[in-house]
């Protein structure tokens, strides 16, 4: 028998018949339903957060914070590499504007620093913030000019 979509056939033992709750005495899930007698559960509409205690000071409001988390302060830097620069034309100059531009940078950024990741060909003059060794080198070594922006 060859494995057709008219003859697939889910494995044995994964589908579930529905748990039909509120179905009379009979059926082991009448009366309370399976939500037991009284209180918050039983109640219909009732939703108890993730870590509510019953009111008990809650775990994550019960221990010390510790220590300093410095996100809120960092630079955003954005990351180009040399091998993205392929894009442009033969003497061009490359600053934030064109990087935007072509896509190469997004967003809300601090500063943008060029990484030395592939080769360059292009004689390109470019001014960013901060710039790898590797990335200046291959920048001059094609004959174009390194800028950093105060």
């Known amino acids: 028998m060859s494995l057709r979509l008219h003859n697939l056939k889910t494995a044995k033992g994964s589908k579930h018949r529905r748990k039909r709750v509120g179905c009379g005495e009979s059926s082991g899930h009448g009366k309370t339903s399976g939500r037991g007698h009284k209180g918050q559960k039983a109640r219909s509409g009732s939703a108890i957060r993730p870590g509510f205690e019953g009111g008990q000071m809650p775990l994550h409001r019960r221990l010390p914070k510790k220590g300093f988390n410095n996100t809120q302060f960092q630079d955003t830097i954005a990351t180009v590499n040399v091998r993205d620069l392929i894009r442009f034309e033969d003497g061009a100059t490359v600053n934030e504007q064109t990087l935007r531009e072509c896509g190469l940078v997004r967003g809300e950024i ?41």
């Open 110 to 150: 601090d500063a943008i620093k060029l990484l030395g990741n592939g080769d360059l060909t292009l004689k390109l003059n470019i001014e960013v913030d901060k710039i790898s060794a590797s990335a200046k080198e291959k920048v001059e070594k094609a004959g174009g000019t390194v800028t950093l922006k105060a």
